[in-house]
């Protein structure tokens, strides 16, 4: 999570291609490559790139409806869970259904800016 | 390659760097450089630099500045030496400008200098009021005797410009340089609480420099470092540097209207409304709302508007936005005159003339804004249900015009000037109409089906109006709202003016009347309304026969055949009556029009739904057989056309060659008969994959839970039966005839899956037995497809009504599968086989704990467990999460059954050992830190599970082979004895992490 320090989340490091960074910023350090305060920097980085690549440069679309079940808001993270959910791609795509579906959610900007 | 020799002496050293500046070849620069930095690096790196930075030429002296950073970041030197250096590098600051140097040279100094105080900023903590000093007495070596000078207020004015501009480039470069420094580690909260001491320093010459006597280059540089300044401050927070840079935005506002700052200006401006609000007061905030009503500000609005996009007229689009953006709530807020005032500027920026991103740049920021605007209304509505709502006063009144000016903006031009566009500026134009469709959808909730019939109003008057453009995007806004729609019919009569219009039968008229732009639109029209079709039948012909008479012109018969899809698809119990005609008409346009593959699915697709509705099985048996006679007597064509010679030619303008290419792809010369033949068979298989997609059962039809294998079996009539021993044969003879197209393999397998998600019998629900034939017959290329097709099988067989035949499939299906992991010999030769081999045997042991015992030889079971540890071993990441969630499965697997409980405890003794040494060597530093969640898992299962687990873990933490040597016999024990303890609970990741990191050693705990 963001601290009133840092402007951008650090959720995304746990998407497949943030831990795929961090795995090859590990190797790069074991190879005396990059020193550590390098890869933090690249981090930092990549928190405040895809937050802003997704904001800005995503253009894919999906839509979808559901029952929404239960929802919370603490600590500025919103939480949401869903039933019977039907996602539509942008694509035109096959329709893609779930029983269950959680959405977790935090404000663009952290608190704090 | 050849090393240069070290330069002899300062003279070589300037010609080398001089060199470098010379047109080369880049393997001759790297040299240059390998050659160079070992100069900088050496210890002789000192007098080098003091050397280069007096020589005449700007680019040795760079390097000589260069030098001392390098110097200061990579060599040990004492306070005293540090001291002279500071006094070295102003002198050499105060004769570089004395002397003329340009400005790379004064700003790598400037570099030198923040590099110096980043490391020795106690030396000389008020470095600010120290640089001006010794500039203003033109020399070095009196820095001591800044702090009892005059106060820089008094000091700084006398400065030259290029001084003035120095002192700037150094605050620029001191903040840029803190920004980067971690401000939470205890080494650096020193530097920290000195560089907020500097700032009143800073606050001073940047006031100073603004207040304009010193020209406009020097108030420049003073905005940016005061720029750079409120960067820092904002991502290292601290009051007093807040108190000390604020009043400087004031002045900073009033440089907006001096043309020569004005870009540095709104530059800072906006950056801090967007990213730093708390930092303006409300008197800031009450200036640039004055600014905005200045006769300035009006003048460049109307430029704006007007269509002039250059750089500096949008900034100022820009500037407005943020400062929208900051006052959100003033402007939701309709008593607020003014800012209501401000409100219809920022409504006026998505009016400004000029084509949509290829001309006019900012409506796609303002129409950010106004999403967000919108939101936020919407929040206040719902979190204020009983205040008045107003429509006719701003804010809300506005938001028509918001959605007025959108459609207009959408309009696609005339297509000579969009033919003109860059790929780039088409690509934005079809983002911002998303953009658009966004914020109709957000707007929505607010205005509700008002909105649907504003637009479907537009439709018809545009359709009156015979103007294209109009129609296109009024359709195009109409459609983006059909998903917000509730699912009753509260609509429909809104829909039935635009459905019931005239508007089929323009579109019936083609392209010399209408554009094909439009046609497309407003067929998918039809398509993202099709629940309104399941409720109002009566437009449904006119529908379809529009959908299917545009299949016939190239660019409309893709979108027309999605068209024609959902809407057969949601129509389907009203259109069984039709099944025949149908048919009918699919044969017509096979033999009359040559369709694209994908729109062919689509086709067959839409006729096999209709067909699946059909209530009465003969009927919907005989509708299907009628389309699988189709199908096969296609493929039965291409199992023709592949037994011709290999010589065999067909030309281009054969009947068969035209059907079978998509047109992009059709050939203009002869083809081999064979390429002929895989191209048959593939279209024929993506039909026969849309029919079984077409036959699958609504997503919300009625599920009999209480259904037993016995029902679906009663169910199954043997004309179904037999049905489906002919889709199989059809399927067996194209693998026989094909077996080398992975592209024909890969269909195959989900033509044979289709069927697994349903409950009801159907043509393609085929019984166990069928799949297990054709899963276990030769596989010449996509065995790793149909092994994972096997595993999806366990899956169907398991969840649906063939469960009790489950350990028969198992029984055929396993020899086969442990057949490919005895031919694969190592997991890396296959990665992929690997993984869904082993995962096909987790589900199968799972299902059946017994079956391992049954393997035959037993060797093979023995051999599964070792290929699992091999995969565990490896490197691949998706094996080996395979073969963790399959050791996860094994060490847990439970069973009532005795003798086999036993085999499963004998294994478990067995692989024990070797499976704890190979989650030590993972979590000992051999795995990556992503797979580290997924290999605590079989670790968490052991330790909690199987008693021997300390004693094999304990074995392999301090085996010989352990990885690591950066870990204590005394780390490993405490490490056994954490995960022991906590006996298999979720706080072992991160004590596995933990250990992780001090196995691989000191340096990756740098990030969670």
């Known amino acids: 999570m963001a601290t009133d320090k840092q402007s951008f989340y650090e959720l995304y490091r746990q998407s497949s291609v943030g831990a795929a960074l961090t795995d090859a910023l590990d190797d790069l350090i074991m190879e005396t490559r990059i020193d550590p305060q390098l890869a933090m920097k690249i981090l930092a980085n990549f928190d405040r790139a895809i937050a802003e690549v997704l904001q800005n440069q995503v253009r894919a679309r999906l839509s979808f409806k559901g029952s929404l079940d239960t929802y919370r808001f603490c600590d500025e993270v919103w939480t949401f869970q869903l039933k019977n959910v039907t996602f539509k791609m942008d694509s035109g795509g096959q329709v893609v259904s779930a029983d269950k579906v959680k959405i977790v959610s935090c404000t663009a900007k952290p608190t704090g800016t | ?1008």
């Open chain 2, 1 to 1008: 390659m050849d090393q240069i020799p070290q330069p002899a002496s300062i003279d070589d050293i300037e010609n080398l760097v001089e060199s470098l500046y010379q047109p080369n070849s880049p393997a001759v620069v790297s040299r240059i450089q390998e050659s160079l930095q070992r100069l900088q690096k050496s210890p002789d790196g000192w007098q080098i630099a003091d050397a280069l930075l007096a020589r005449s030429s700007d680019n040795v002296k760079f390097f000589g500045a260069l030098t001392f950073v390098v110097k200061l970041n990579t060599d040990t030197i004492d306070d005293e030496e540090a001291k002279l250096l500071i006094q070295k590098l102003i002198n050499w600051l105060v004769v570089s400008l004395d002397n003329g140097a340009g400005s790379i040279v004064i700003r790598k100094l400037c570099s030198a200098l923040v590099t110096h105080y980043v490391h020795f900023s106690h030396l000389w903590p008020l470095c600010i009021r120290g640089l001006v000093y010794c500039l203003d007495l033109n020399k070095g070596d009196v820095l001591d005797d800044a702090q009892d000078a005059a106060p820089v207020r008094d000091i700084f004015p006398s400065l030259t410009p290029q001084k003035a501009i120095s002192v700037a480039w150094f605050a620029a470069a001191l903040a840029e340089e803190g920004e980067k420094i971690d401000s939470r580690s205890s080494k650096y909260i020193a530097l920290h609480e000195r560089l907020v001491r500097n700032s009143q320093d800073v606050a001073t010459i940047v006031a100073v420099s603004l207040s304009g006597s010193a020209g406009p280059r020097v108030q420049r540089d003073a905005i940016d470092a005061l720029h750079d300044w409120m960067t820092y401050g904002e991502r290292v927070p601290n009051d007093q540097l807040t108190a000390n840079l604020r009043p400087l935005l004031r002045p900073t506002i009033e440089c907006l209207a001096v043309d020569d700052i004005y870009e540095a200006a709104i530059e800072i401006l906006t950056d801090s409304l967007n990213n730093w609000q708390n930092f303006f007061a409300q008197d800031d905030y009450d200036l640039l709302y004055s600014l905005f009503d200045s006769d300035w500000s009006q003048k460049r609005y109307q430029e704006l508007t007007q269509g002039d996009f250059d750089f500096s007229s949008v900034k100022f689009g820009l500037l407005m936005i943020a400062f929208g953006d900051a006052q959100i709530t003033e402007l939701l807020d309709p008593s607020n005159e003014r800012a209501q005032r401000f409100l219809a500027g920022l409504l006026g920026l998505l009016a400004a003339q000029g084509h949509l991103v290829a001309e006019d740049k900012i409506f796609v920021p303002a129409l950010d804004f106004w999403a967000t605007l919108i939101e936020s209304m919407t929040d206040n509505l719902f979190s204020e249900p009983d205040q008045p709502v107003n429509w006719s006063i701003p804010p809300l009144s506005y938001l028509m015009q918001v959605v007025s000016h959108c459609w207009r903006k959408i309009q696609y031009p005339h297509i000579s000037v969009y033919n003109a566009w860059d790929s780039t500026e088409r690509v934005g134009f079809g983002d911002a109409r998303k953009d658009v469709s966004d914020l109709l959808q957000t707007m929505y909730t607010l205005a509700g089906e008002s909105l649907i019939s504003v637009f479907a109003d537009l439709t018809t008057q545009s359709l009156s109006a015979t103007s294209w453009a109009e129609l296109e995007a009024a359709a195009f806004c109409l459609g983006s709202l059909s998903d917000c729609l509730p699912d009753n019919d509260s609509c429909d009569a809104v829909l039935s003016k635009v459905f019931g219009s005239q508007l089929f039968d323009l579109l019936r008229q083609g392209q010399s009347v209408v554009p094909v732009r439009t046609r497309q639109t407003c067929l998918s029209l039809i398509e993202r309304y099709s629940d309104y079709f399941v409720r109002r039948a009566e437009f449904l012909p006119a529908a379809l026969n529009l959908l299917f008479g545009a299949l016939n012109e190239s660019h409309l018969a893709g979108p027309s055949a999605k068209s024609i899809y959902r809407l057969c698809s949601s129509c389907r119990a009203i259109l069984t009556p039709e099944v025949g005609a149908f048919l009918d008409q699919y044969g017509v346009i096979r033999n009359s029009v040559p369709m694209d593959s994908l729109t062919e699915e689509r086709i067959v697709s839409a006729i096999a739904s209709i067909i699946q509705a059909v209530p009465e099985e003969p009927q919907r048996l005989g509708a299907f057989r009628q389309l699988l006679v189709v199908i096969a007597s296609d493929i039965e064509k291409a199992i023709q056309l592949k037994s011709m010679p290999e010589s065999f030619m067909m030309e281009p303008n054969d009947p068969t060659v035209i059907q079978s290419f998509d047109s992009n792809q059709r050939p203009t010369q002869q083809v081999p008969g064979h390429e002929v033949a895989l191209q048959v068979a593939v279209r024929s298989l993506r039909c026969l994959l849309g029919a079984a997609k077409g036959l699958q059962s609504p997503s919300d039809s009625p599920i009999n839970l209480d259904a037993d294998e016995s029902s679906m079996t009663a169910k199954t009539s043997p004309e179904l039966e037999q049905l489906q021993i002919s889709i199989m044969n059809v399927l067996a003879q194209i693998k026989a005839t094909f077996p080398d197209s992975l592209q024909v393999m890969t269909d195959i397998n989900h033509v044979v899956r289709a069927g697994f998600s349903e409950t009801e019998p159907g043509p393609f629900v085929f019984p166990p037995q069928l799949v297990i034939d054709l899963l276990t017959s030769p596989w010449h290329v996509a065995a790793p497809t149909a092994v994972n097709t096997a595993q999806v099988f366990l899956s169907y067989v398991h969840n649906g009504n063939y469960r009790g035949q489950m350990r028969q499939v198992i029984d055929q299906l396993l020899p086969w599968v442990i057949s490919y992991i005895g031919m694969l010999g190592h997991p890396s030769n296959d990665p992929e086989l690997a993984q869904f081999s082993i995962e096909f045997i987790q589900k199968a042991i799972q299902r059946c704990p017994d079956v391992l015992s049954r393997v035959q030889p037993q060797s093979n079971a023995g051999y599964i467990f070792t290929f699992a540890i091999e995969m565990l071993n490896g490197k691949e990441p998706l094996p080996k999460a395979a073969a963790a969630d399959f050791w996860t499965s094994f060490i847990t697997l439970k069973t009532d059954d005795e003798s086999t409980q036993s085999t499963i405890t004998g294994a478990m003794n067995q692989f024990g050992p070797v499976l704890a040494q190979s989650l030590i060597h993972n979590v000992g530093g051999n795995a990556a830190r992503s797979e580290l969640d997924k290999l605590s898992d079989p670790l968490k299962k052991l330790v909690f599970q199987n008693a021997n687990a300390r004693q094999w873990l304990e074995a392999a933490l301090n085996d010989d082979s352990f990885p690591s040597d950066k870990v204590s016999p005394a780390e490993k024990a405490l490490f056994l004895k954490k995960i022991t303890s906590l006996r298999g609970s979720r706080a072992t990741n991160q004590v596995v992490k933990e250990f992780w990191v001090s196995c691989r050693g000191t340096g990756l705990g740098y990030t969670s």
